[in-house]
Each structure stands twice: as C-alpha cells, then as structure tokens.
C-alpha cells in the first residue's frame, strides 16, 4: 500500500491518498481546504483513478475540497450518517468559520461501523469512534497495520471535544473500546500532526494512560 500525504489548509490538516502497487485505484481519505490542485497534480502525474472520498467527520476543515473533487473524478463521498447534517447546514453547525463560502455538500453513501470499503488490492474497516463529533470513524487496514484517525487521536493528543456534538465521555469510550484494543505495533495516521503508533500512545498518551494524571 502507498500512502501519499498532504497537508493543506489554515489549520494544517492532513488528507491521504492510498494506492496500490500496480493498480491505478485509490483512495482518499478527507478533503481539507487548498488541497485539490496538490491532489489533481498528483493523480496526474502518478496516472492514479479516485474512487472514493471518505471523509473522517464533517468539520469544514476536513470537507472543504471534496465537492469540486467529486466533479473532477466523479468519485462518490463517503461519511457518516450521524455526521451528514454539517454537511447539508454547514453554516449553522461550526464555531469557527472559514474565510470561504461554504458549499451545501450532499454525500453520496454512509459509512456503518465495522463495514470494509474494498478497493485495489487493499480493504479498510471503518470503525465508529464517536466523540470528536458524533459520526466521527477511523479506517483501519488490518492487513498493513495502518490505521487513518481524523481527529480521534493524534501524537500524544486526542480531538477536541468542545465543538458542538462533542463529547468527553464519548470520546474515551471510542479510543478505549475501538482503538486501544488494537496491537502495539499499529501506525496512526492523524488528521493533523505526525504519525504515530498505538504502542506509543497507549504508553505516553496522557489522555490513554491515565494513570498518568
């Protein structure tokens, strides 16, 4: 699996193309603001063909590009069904607005947890991980040990929990029950920050390991 990250956008969000080795199907993983020309260049150069974009959650940050890349690569928008309402209200549902217009963006099928999103030779498990918002998911390639978080979990932090349709107790429930049963050894791949891995933050996350508080 190739994992081709970009980082865009006034809040430095990180979206995910992820091919196969031989095979020009790919997805894409969130759709920050200023990251379609980045996005366009690089499916050209690499003759790569979008089949779908999913997104983590709808905060604007993480959702911005993906209608005019929808009309570009005909690729359906995947999200969650408890997240859709952002989507179809978007100015009536954020605490921080953009310095763009924000588009009405009406996404094409719902993601449902423990689903498999199968595509090239690679298949990802969505898994609900409610908190940061209410229909907020993580992907997880069992296979490469990979795991795209959004913004449920980053190096040595987790999401906020203070936007509306967030919540605290929630949010550990999610990371407790869905992402730290997983082994040691898998990599995250957050919405914002650097990678990292399940060990480390099951050792060093504060927010995880809390006897540390």
Known sequence: MEIITIEAGPFATNCYLIAG????????????????????????????????????HSHWDHTMDA????????APIYVHKDDEYRLLNPGENSLIFP??????????????????LIFNSSELEVRHTPGHTEGSVCLICHTDKIIFSGDTLFYR???????????WETLLESLDNQLMTL???????????IITTIGDERKYNTFINRNFI
């Open 21 to 56: 080795e031989s095979n020009p199907e790919c997805l894409l993983i969130d759709a920050p603001p200023d990251s379609k020309e980045q996005i366009i260049e690089i499916i050209q150069e690499k003759k790569l063909f979008i089949v779908g974009i999913v997104l983590t």
């Open 67 to 74: 209608g005019e890349l929808r009309k570009f690569t005909n």
């Open 99 to 116: 310095p763009y217009e924000l588009e009405i963006l009406q996404p094409d099928q719902y993601l449902v947890n423990k689903d498999k």
């Open 157 to 167: 932090s987790v999401g906020r929990t203070d936007f509306p349709g967030g919540s």
């Open 183 to 193: 082994e040691d050894s898998y990599k995250v791949y957050p919405g914002h920050g």
